[in-house]
């Protein structure tokens, strides 16, 4: 009796009996022919999830591969990459000692060109830890007025540059924070990035707030802002709102996607508020202990 499933045929189910004749009657068979369909449902379910299985497990290999690849790519990208912005920098050095200006720029521009590459590298290099669940976080006791003081320090140059105002409006007593300081920094320096990179000629605010069980950390821009449709992609890898402004502004569309996971890796949230022409706020928001237990991915 044929095994059939989902119109195929997939075995047979084959009885014999040599001790006695007329076993076979039409309501065994008809029995038989039930268990039959029954036989081969369960034949072809189990061929089904054992297909499963091995997609599966060649999905995972597969993606395991692509994060070992990209961590390994990486890694060879940034050694050459820093021999040569360091290279660059010593010979501009030493060609500020001989006065001549017009091949210092030059190495300037090869030095900055450097750095913007180095800095997509580290991009890759982060979602890649992120997405394959590698990323360690380092949690210290932070003081968090000095840490904002640095980021500000850092971005500062930036943003005046685009002639933007920095205005730092930091809560009483914001105290100090058990997280990852040098991840802290990486979010902050990237929302001010984004938040000068979309604003010109407007005010950039750096909000800070400590509330009994988290810190507040937000950036508020008069930039160019998103519209809701925008808003909703832009968390997203590799997401950029407009290709225009895109190769207007640079970048590559990874920042807000590692920000938002750091941030959740740290026990906490990143969320964003926007109004096109009106300004974008993204809001950090970090429990002051605790994150320990929280998982990336
Ligand atoms: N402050 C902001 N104002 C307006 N648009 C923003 C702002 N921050 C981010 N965006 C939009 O979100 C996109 C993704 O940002 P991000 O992930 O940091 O990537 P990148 O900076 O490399 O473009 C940006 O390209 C931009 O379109
Ligand atoms: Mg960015």
């Known amino acids: 009796m044929p095994l059939v499933a989902r119109g195929r045929s997939i075995g047979a189910l084959y009885l014999e009996n040599n001790l006695a004749s007329g076993v076979f009657t039409d309501d065994r ?22 297909r499963l299985d091995a997609a599966r497990a060649s999905a995972e290999a597969a993606n395991q591969a692509k ?3 990209l961590a390994n790519m990486s890694h060879e990208l940034r050694t050459p990459l820093n021999a040569v912005i360091g290279y660059a920098e010593i010979v501009r050095e030493d060609v500020a000692d001989a006065g001549l200006t017009e091949v210092m720029e030059d190495l300037q521009r090869i030095r900055m060109a450097g750095a913007h590459l180095l ?30 003081g640095d980021v500000i320090d850092v971005v500062s140059p930036e943003i005046e540059s685009k002639g933007n105002r920095l205005v730092a409006d930091h809560g009483a007593n914001l105290g100090t924070l058990f997280a990852d300081p040098i991840r802290l920094r990486q979010i902050l320096v990237n929302l001010l990035t984004n938040a000068s990179k979309f604003t010109t000629e407007g005010t950039i605010t750096l909000h800070s707030r400590r ?6 950390l937000a950036v508020e821009d008069t930039g160019i802002g998103m519209n809701p449709d925008q808003l909703k992609r832009i968390f997203d890898p590799f997401t950029q709102v407009d290709p225009s402004s895109t190769r207007r502004y640079g970048g590559v569309g990874l920042g807000l996607t590692i920000c938002k996971r750091l941030c959740e890796a740290m026990g ?11 300004g974008s706020t993204f809001t950090a928001r970090l429990p002051l202990r605790g994150g320990a237990e929280a998982k990336l991915g």
């Open 211 to 216: 509330t009994s069980e988290e810190l507040v």
């Open 67 to 69: 994060s070992l690849f």
């Open 268 to 278: 906490g949230t990143l969320s964003v508020e926007s109004e096109r022409g009106a």
């Open 119 to 148: 800095a997509i590298v580290t991009e890759i290099l982060d979602l890649t830890k992120i997405e394959s669940g590698t990323l360690e976080l380092d949690r210290q006791t932070i003081d968090v007025a000095a840490l904002l």
């Open 29 to 50: 068979l008809e029995v038989l022919q039930v268990l039959a369909v029954q036989a081969a449902i369960a034949v072809d379910h189990a061929h089904f999830i054992r």
